[in-house]
């Protein structure tokens, strides 16, 4: 393909609470078995673009351990790749990335070097599938100088987490607003964008000389009657995983088999690093109902509605429902769990209930398990 690609993953959501005190949001577990940056590594790759680049930041430890290895997603190749990038201090430069637009400020090396002629940005904290030809191709089409793929925000959505935007009849945008406190429409940007790789290089260079660091208020926004700018809407799945309720919304998403089956049974597939584990075991007494139940799992006690990642282990006549557990969580026996998100490598000790009262409950227990 002639794009390159570039994923950016280096922010830190505070709307994550607890969840990303020790992981970045791309690093966040999803439906059992993935990874939030796997739906976007997969794309790229089903696109056929040969060189990626991630940009990580906040707390990137357990997102450059599931990156370690590129032939998961076939990244592993002699020409192009997967190529890692975290802030450097360098001899004109002693920042972290101060947005954005920085990030790929201080790694424009990296695009200077590529020989391809487009560019494709996306984050990675967002679940979905997409084939990017068709929106280069449409970008093409319409001569655009950036091309901002956008959703319908389902009735009820709460836009001020987004950006949104407001086209004319040929879709190009007139109005962008960056997480509008009242939104004027409930056309959201979804983060993804198209543009020729020159050009961002210029726009990058132009805002490095201004001291603007953010890609959409300082491209998007400011240059929106300047440069053409177009919309490419899509009606396929799409969520962002940026807050504990939309986190704990998108998991449950995966029980219903429409979506399963969209993300799972359809070409093309999502892609994920594989771990070797045992299939899930099933106790005598065990009772699981509507639920993903990941491998290296061993469940003793009745499981509803939820899902639980890698190498859980469940105790006897424990009760879980509507819940998430993440990977390597040991629940003790008589444990009740309801409308929570269990923190990975938490121990529950046994007669332990928690129940999310007001909306989702994140719980952490700082016990020590494995301590002498």
Not at 144 to 170: H, Q, W, Y
Request: positive net charge; glycine residues 6%; hydrophobic residues 35%.
């Amino acid at each position: 393909m002639r794009a390159v690609g570039i994923i950016l993953a280096g922010g830190n959501s505070n709307k994550m609470r607890e969840l990303t005190h020790k992981r970045a949001v791309a690093a966040m577990p999803i439906a059992g078995s993935y990874r939030a940056i796997d739906f976007a590594l997969s794309n790229m790759s089903n696109s056929h673009i040969q060189k990626v680049a991630v940009l990580t930041q906040y707390n990137a430890r357990s997102l450059n351990e599931h990156l370690n290895s590129s032939k998961w997603w076939d990244f592993g190749r002699k020409q192009g790749g997967l190529y890692v990038f975290t802030p450097t201090i360098t001899a004109d430069n002693g920042y972290w990335y101060r947005g954005t637009a920085d990030a790929i400020y201080q790694n424009l090396e990296f695009l200077k070097r590529c020989h391809e002629p487009y560019v494709i940005i996306t984050s990675g904290d967002a679940v979905y599938k997409m084939d990017y030809n068709k929106v280069l191709e449409y970008h093409i089409a319409k001569k655009a100088d950036i091309t901002v793929v956008c959703k319908e925000l389902e009735p009820g959505g709460d836009a001020s987490r987004f950006g949104t935007l407001k086209m004319n009849e040929s879709m190009r945008v007139e109005e962008f607003e960056e997480k509008p406190m009242v939104a004027n429409s409930n056309t959201i940007s979804t983060g993804i964008y198209v543009i020729r790789r020159r050009q961002l290089i210029d726009l990058i260079e132009s805002c490095a000389e201004e001291d603007r660091h953010d890609f959409v208020t300082d491209i998007l926004i400011r240059y929106k009657n300047l440069k053409k700018i177009y919309g490419y809407k899509i009606k396929d799945y799409w969520s962002n995983i940026s807050t504990v309720d939309a986190y704990y919304r998108t998991n449950m998403d995966f029980l219903k088999p429409e979506v399963r089956n969209y993300f799972f049974k359809q070409h093309p597939d999502v892609y994920s690093k594989v771990s070797d584990l045992p299939p899930a075991k099933y106790n005598p007494g065990a009772v699981v109902k509507n639920s993903l139940v990941a491998s290296g799992s061993i469940i003793n006690g009745t499981v509803e509605n939820s899902i639980l990642f890698k190498k859980t282990f469940v105790g006897n006549n424990c009760v879980i429902k509507n819940s998430i557990i993440l990977n390597d969580v040991y629940l003790g026996d008589n444990t009740y769990i309801e409308n929570c998100i269990v923190e990975s490598r938490d121990t529950i000790r046994a007669n332990t209930r928690h129940v999310g009262e007001n909306g989702v409950k994140v719980v952490v227990e700082k016990n020590e398990r494995y301590a002498l």
